[in-house]
């Protein structure tokens, strides 16, 4: 009989050690139940405009190589489906050019959107686009995704 008990004792110890091995490695690897859970949104009724001329948007550079550059505001309307607040939202999309050129080539995040309602909300990004990039441009494969609680920044 005690046999029994130490080897229910061993199975014990060794499920605790595996349980408690796969919550470390999972906490290491990101794995959890917010990032799992991240609810997306759509975006839709795309537009932009060149920034207005005040001091605010002049001087601009772009970050890839320090050229001139365009302030480019993107307008659109984000549409939260779900019954909850989505916070610190992402935009991701796809900017071409006049000539179907990427305007940021390893780059999908646009910009961010602080709070995103239920239902349909008005954005604007701000981007800068190289002075040399040909207009019109085209505005591909945008959509959101954020979280429905707080979280550090």
């Not at 999908?108 to 959107?113: A, H, S, T, V, Y």
């Not at 954005?123 to 990039?133: K, L």
Request: aromatic letters at 8%; a neutral charge; charged letters at 25%.
């Amino acid at each position: 009989m005690p046999q029994i008990s130490s080897r229910i004792q061993a199975i014990r110890i060794a499920f605790s050690t595996v349980l408690l091995a796969i919550c470390f490695w999972g906490s290491l690897l990101g794995i959890s139940p917010v990032a799992q859970a991240l609810p997306s949104f759509k975006i839709s009724d795309l537009s932009y405009e060149e920034c207005p001329d005040i001091a605010k948007y002049e001087g601009l550079t772009t970050s890839w190589g320090g050229g001139d550059a365009k302030c480019v505001m993107i307008h659109g309307k984000a549409k939260n489906e779900t019954n909850k607040l989505i916070v610190n939202a992402d935009v991701f999309g796809r900017i071409y050019d006049a000539n179907g050129n990427s305007l940021m080539e390893n780059r999908g995040r646009l910009g961010g959107i602080d709070e995103v309602p239920p239902g349909i909300t008005d954005f604007e990004i701000r981007i800068s686009v190289p002075e040399e990039q040909s207009f019109p441009l085209r505005l591909e494969k945008f959509k959101g995704s954020g979280f429905t609680g707080r979280v550090r920044r």
